[in-house]
Nanobody, 124 residues
Framework: DVQLQASGGGLVQAGGSLRLSCVAS????????IGWFRQAPGKEREGVSC????????NYADSVKGRFTTSRDLAKNTVYLQMNSLKAEDTAVYYC?????????????????WGQGTLVTVSS
């Protein structure tokens, strides 16, 4: 019923840009906060950014602040992660997840639904 589909990953050279998309099915993003996460090989999953359901305010991990931008298009039920000035250490599988409830996870939410992830590989 409720599904998230992340897409847009691929191979990009260091210093380049890439835009990821997260499309919702079974719910509308204006009712949920959306978080972007990533997991690199051998590392734990980490929060990258989040965008609120109420006003679209955003937060970013220190590692991506100033380089990544999260936005939403409510008409398309899509959330984006624009990634600029990519570095090799940005290489990871990127996931989007939705949250309706507050919790102890990234940005203070409880994420209940997760996309399948999309692989971003940054070559140096």
């Amino acid at each position: 019923d409720v599904q998230l589909q992340a897409s847009g990953g691929g191979l990009v050279q260091a210093g380049g840009s890439l835009r990821l998309s997260c499309v919702a099915s079974g719910f509308t993003f204006d009712d949920y906060a959306i978080g972007w996460f990533r997991q690199a090989p051998g590392k734990e999953r980490e929060g990258v950014s989040c965008i609120s359901s109420s006003d679209g305010s955003t937060n970013y991990a220190d590692s991506v602040k100033g380089r990544f931008t999260t936005s939403r298009d409510l008409a398309k039920n899509t959330v984006y992660l624009q990634m600029n000035s990519l570095k090799a250490e940005d290489t990871a599988v990127y996931y989007c997840a939705s949250a309706e409830l507050y919790g102890s996870d990234w940005c203070g939410y409880k994420y209940d639904y997760w996309g399948q992830g999309t692989l971003v590989t940054v070559s140096s």
